[in-house]
Antibody
Framework: QITLKESGPTVVKPTQTLTLTCSFS??????????VGWIRQSPGKALEWLAL???????RYSPSLKSRLSITKDTSKNQVVLTMANMLPVDTGTYYC???????????????????WGRGTLVTVSS | QSVLTQPPSASGTPGQRVSISCSGD????????VSWYQQLPGTAPKLVIY???QRPSGVPARFSGSKSGNSASLTISGLQSEDEAVYFC????????????FGGGTKLTVL
């Protein structure tokens, strides 16, 4: 059974760096094909994809946020960490981590979907 | 950056068939598979369709998906009250080295 849980600060100040941890169980992130992604949602708004890390440490980032994001994994701890620099009030929202599933052939780096999600963690950016 | 376009709202009565559209372009839906997510109020999104037309185990058969050209659709046949939710489509875009896009979401109301 796959589970994921997000953790991190509930409030960060403007210009600070946000660090979120996704703790997961039920799959080995170092096996092909596995991946974990981060998605956020501003209050009342649409989902916004942030980043995805693959089993082999390859990574993809949202082009509009790439300069501010970093995603890493620690397979010994079953954790994926997302950092986002220079947080602003518009970054307020719920941040989800999710297990990636491959919809294409082995080796495909696109055609991924998210089959299981954590419950999300609400982050407020305020001074 | 490309976007996936969904109607902001849709509605139907119990038992009806409802479709939600998702429009993209040749670099995303036209090239890659589509996934659909259901979000009930106050909860995390749940996958209901992947690979454009595949249902995960546990998702009722009344949910189906299709894709044609640069557009995709989610259809719910035999609408039930518990289907009232926001639905998001998603697809990867081949621009740059690849990134994922979500649609703006469609609020489905069961009348």
């Amino acid at each position: 059974q796959i589970t994921l849980k997000e953790s991190g600060p509930t409030v960060v100040k403007p210009t600070q760096t946000l660090t979120l941890t996704c703790s997961f169980s039920g799959f080995p992130l170092n096996s092909n094909p596995e991946g974990v992604g981060w998605i956020r949602q501003s209050p009342g708004k649409a989902l916004e994809w942030l980043a995805l890390i693959y089993w082999d440490d390859d990574k993809r980032y949202s082009p509009s946020l790439k300069s501010r994001l970093s995603i890493t994994k620690d397979t010994s701890k079953n954790q994926v960490v997302l950092t986002m620099a220079n947080m602003l009030p518009v970054d307020t929202g719920t941040y989800y981590c999710a297990h990636g599933g491959l919809a294409g052939p082995y080796g495909d780096r696109v055609n991924w979907f998210f089959d299981l999600w954590g419950r999300g963690t609400l982050v407020t950016v305020s001074s | 950056q490309s976007v996936l376009t969904q109607p902001p709202s849709a509605s139907g009565t119990p038992g009806q068939r409802v479709s939600i559209s998702c429009s993209g372009d040749s670099s995303n839906i036209g090239s890659n598979s589509v996934s659909w997510y259901q979000q009930l109020p106050g909860t995390a999104p749940k996958l209901v369709i992947y690979k454009s037309n595949q249902r995960p185990s546990g998702v009722p058969a009344r949910f189906s998906g299709s894709k044609s050209g640069n557009s995709a659709s989610l259809t719910i046949s035999g609408l039930q009250s518990e289907d009232e939710a926001v639905y998001f489509c998603a697809a990867w875009d081949d621009s740059l080295i690849g990134f994922m896009l979500f649609g703006g979401g469609t609020k489905l109301t069961v009348l």
